[in-house]
């Protein structure tokens, strides 16, 4: 993966994403399972087509696998729901869980590797803590009924959207310093 200010535009796409993803779901809680599975399939497509080439563009020595693995993941969630539409809410539930603690665990890997390279490794650390926290929580009350799952993923995806977007200013203003060249 790229370090943050490197790469703070896809982070800022993948924020605005989650941010708009967010708010349709949290404005529209009566969507139909076909409308959720929609919004969520395409999200995840983009979240993991953004994540590939964070990877591919990594410019580290060593291959940022973590962001390949979750791209990956991302887009496989996304397939998913678009090759079977016609899965359950249950179901449905239980990819978008797997989903978010498997990119959880591999965002704070990401951090953890980045800590000596970036100031932001919090903020992508609190980003995986935060999708880890939203998938057991979800597994956990698979039976809280259609429109508590709706402001469930709508919340979590505003504040996993503001965290992504608060790590690309982050990245944007150290890319900047880096390039302005200091007076002595």
Known sequence: MEPPAQSWWALAMRGVAAIIFGVLTLL???VTLAGLILLFGSYAIVEGIFNVIAAVRGRGEEPAWWALVAGLVS???GVVTFLRPGLTELALLYVI???AVVTGVLEIAAAIRLRRQSRSEVRLGLNGLLSIVF???TMVIPGGGALTIVWLIGGYAILFGGLLLGLSVRGWRDGKARRIPRIA
């Open 28 to 30: 529209l809680p009566g």
């Open 75 to 77: 887009i496989a969630a």
């Open 97 to 99: 869980a797997v989903w």
């Open 135 to 137: 998938g057991v929580l």
